[in-house]
């Protein structure tokens, strides 16, 4: 069914600022497919189910909103002082001189650009495929025009269990850049691979990873979104999940005028695991904040386990969004599925909107989920403070602890403490203004 | 050290008062102990003196050497080197013993106009009382109070006394969900503290956490007041008879 006028004529004019990138190779035909879906689909709007709580009109309009580049050069950077591959992109553009050779063992590493010139089957069959697939049954037409129209990205095979993690570092220098990226990651089986990703990337930010992790193959995935107060950022991450395998993905998001990071997994093989978590820091001092997370899973095997762990700390007229569906098919025996969406408002202003949901088709199986929207724990604030710990030195430590549960998925001892280290500085610098 | 006169406090949600003229003085060195029945008012002037919010004072006064504490913040009571051992600890999942402690005593330290201690002094410091206490490394590494047995909670309780090292120290039935060798433990722990410029009130129920913590002034609390004021044999007294007689004497 065609989309009503209002939407195409958004669409295209979305689209008519776009072009598909010269030499697209092999991609040319998922990229004109994708652009056809999305004339199909036509670009969200609020009335759209899955927008209802969230605005894409800024994340839909023909150019990016201006977004100030946020000062953090007396900062110490997000995973500065961990060993990784860096690659580094100003504002959606690939910059060599200042990435590191892409090169590692275990590792196939190309940029998106020379991939498509080569036949790479792999690549070819990931590009636009897992997107499709996570078009149904919820359509999510900013994915497919990112498909349609990334013009730069990076594509990684993982043959073997990489000696150290790939960094993404997203630069952001033009105030009213407007960058849509789309990676490819293959962790073969007995492969290991983490991706880090850092970095507000642009003014307005559109992503697309598509992910296939195959049997007995582990990928883990470490974000910390730009703090840029006006940032935007539209997020996908795809992902097919093999038997034996392991997809794990924590993402942590201080300020952003507009973020929703969106998660569509598909465990295929039997006893795979699926954890995805959130830690939000929200506050609409500077600039407003709205973060929206939107989680489907779909469990097509048996013993299969997933996790959604979503916290998000709220101040200042900030705003919350947790959309998490588990979806267990038929068959899919002996599922076991969590999936906790939280808040802490620090104040009456801000807001927290959570929309669980299951559906579930088979019937030996654990799947459970919980909601909650709270203030600080007085009891445990006044035994801080009885201590001699400052109102807000308290407060901060409440909202770490808060977090935890969240910060505790990351899988890596130094990337967990790197994150949280991070988080203290920045908590640190709010209460100094 | 610590001066209370007239003390009168209601509860801020509803018309119910529950201090009605506490007069109380401890010196510094010494220990002085409050016993009552439930319902006396005990606990309530231990969070009172430290802040508790949900309180409203309606007369009287109480100062720390001389400050005036009902007009200071908890963490300010705290800096000013109040500390009161909680009767129930309250657990605080994710966030950890050490860092809890550490960031207590150096925001303390800092209000003070005090150099902050530094990480390595402040591990050596804390492994050494610790020990003392028979807390083990993987409590101090634990999230506070979480999944400890209630003599742990107590003994953290004390650990963090013998760390940030108040001036008045108030323990609200510390003896309460104790066993003999716990309360043992614990008691040694503030008798280590004794000290001639620190002052101590000990809030029980029963004689027993007396034995361990000998008092030199025992009270006797009943309906928002203090009703008998005597030596340690006050308190042999009440574990003999109970309250009755006392409070038959006095009404």
């Keep these: 069914m065609a989309a009503p006028a209002v939407k195409q004529d958004a669409t295209e004019a979305r689209i008519a600022g776009l072009a598909m990138p010269d030499g697209a190779g092999w991609a040319q035909d998922a990229r004109k497919a994708a652009l056809a879906r999305v004339r199909e689909m036509g670009l969200p709007t609020r009335r759209d189910e899955y927008w209802r709580y969230t605005d894409p009109a800024s994340l839909v309009q023909a150019s990016a909103p201006r977004a100030a580049i946020f000062d953090d050069r007396d900062e110490p950077p997000v995973f500065g002082d961990i060993d990784k591959l860096n690659i580094v992109f100003v504002d959606g553009v690939f910059d060599a001189d200042r990435s590191d050779p892409l090169d590692m063992a275990g590792l196939e590493i190309e940029r998106l650009s020379d991939a498509t010139a080569t036949d790479i089957h792999w690549a070819k069959d990931l590009y636009g495929v897992r997107e499709t697939a996570g078009q149904d049954p919820v359509a999510r037409p900013l994915a497919a025009l990112n498909t349609a129209f990334a013009s730069d990205g990076i594509v990684i095979r993982a043959t073997g269990k990489a000696e150290k993690p790939v960094c993404f570092i997203y630069l952001h220098r033009d105030e009213t850049s407007d960058a849509i990226l789309h990676h490819l990651v293959k962790v073969e089986p007995e492969a290991e691979l983490t991706i880090l990703e850092v970095g507000p990337a642009a003014a307005r930010f559109n992503k697309c990873m598509e992910i296939d992790v195959a049997d007995t193959g582990a990928f883990h995935h470490v974000r910390a979104q730009g703090r840029d107060h006006e940032r935007r950022a539209a997020t996908h991450m795809f992902a097919r999940v093999g038997a034996e395998s392991l997809y794990k993905s924590f993402t942590l998001t201080a300020n952003g005028v507009m973020t929703r990071n969106e998660h569509v997994i598909e465990i295929v093989g039997d006893n795979a695991s699926a954890h995805v978590a959130g830690a939000a820091l929200g506050d609409g001092r500077n600039a407003s904040f709205h973060h929206d997370d939107t989680v489907f899973i779909t469990h097509d095997a048996l013993n299969g386990e997933s996790r959604q762990v979503y916290k998000k700390v709220l101040r200042n007229g900030a705003e919350g969004v947790f959309q998490g569906k588990i979806l267990v098919k038929e068959g899919a025996q002996k599922t076991d599925g969590y999936q906790i969406s939280q808040s802490l408002l620090l104040d009456d202003d801000s807001s927290f909107q959570a929309k669980p949901e299951l559906e579930i088709y088979a019937d030996d199986v654990a799947c459970s989920h919980g909601s909650t929207t709270g203030a600080i724990d007085e009891t445990a604030l006044f035994y801080l403070r009885s201590r001699g710990v400052p109102t807000d030195i308290a407060t901060d430590l409440l909202v770490i602890a808060f977090l935890a549960e969240a910060i505790d998925e990351i899988e890596s001892e130094a990337l967990r403490e790197d994150i949280i280290a991070r988080l203290m500085h920045w908590l640190e610098r709010r209460r100094q203004g | ?251």
């Design chain 2, 1 to 251: 050290m610590l001066e209370i006169k007239g003390l009168a406090v209601k509860l801020e949600e509803e018309d119910k008062q529950i201090l009605k003229g506490v007069d109380l003085s401890v010196e510094a060195g010494k220990v002085h102990a409050i016993m009552g029945p439930n319902g006396s008012g005990k606990s309530t002037l231990s969070y009172v003196l430290t802040g508790r919010d949900g309180y409203e004072v309606t007369g009287g006064s109480a100062t720390l050497e001389g400050e005036d504490l009902l007009d200071m913040d908890p963490e300010e009571r705290a800096a000013a080197g109040l500390f009161l051992a909680f009767q129930y600890p309250v657990e605080i999942p994710g966030v950890g013993n050490m860092t809890f402690l550490r960031t207590a005593l150096n925001a303390q330290r800092k209000s003070r106009g005090e150099e902050e201690m530094s990480a390595g002094d402040f591990l050596k410091l804390i492994r050494a009382k610790a020990k003392d206490l028979k807390i083990d490394a993987d409590m101090l590494k634990r999230p506070v109070n979480v999944g400890f047995s209630g003599g742990e909670k107590k003994r953290n309780e004390i650990l963090q006394m013998a760390m940030l090292e108040p001036k008045m120290c108030i323990l609200d039935e510390t003896d309460s969900g104790l066993d003999v060798d716990a309360m043992k433990l614990v008691s040694e722990g503030v008798n280590a503290l004794r000290d001639e410029g620190r002052g101590f009130l000990v809030i029980t129920h029963y004689q027993r956490l007396l034995d361990h913590i000998q008092p030199d002034v025992v009270h006797i609390m009943a309906d928002g007041r203090i009703v008998k004021t005597g030596g340690p044999e006050l308190a042999l007294e009440v574990e003999k008879n109970g309250y009755a007689d006392i409070l038959a004497e006095v009404a």
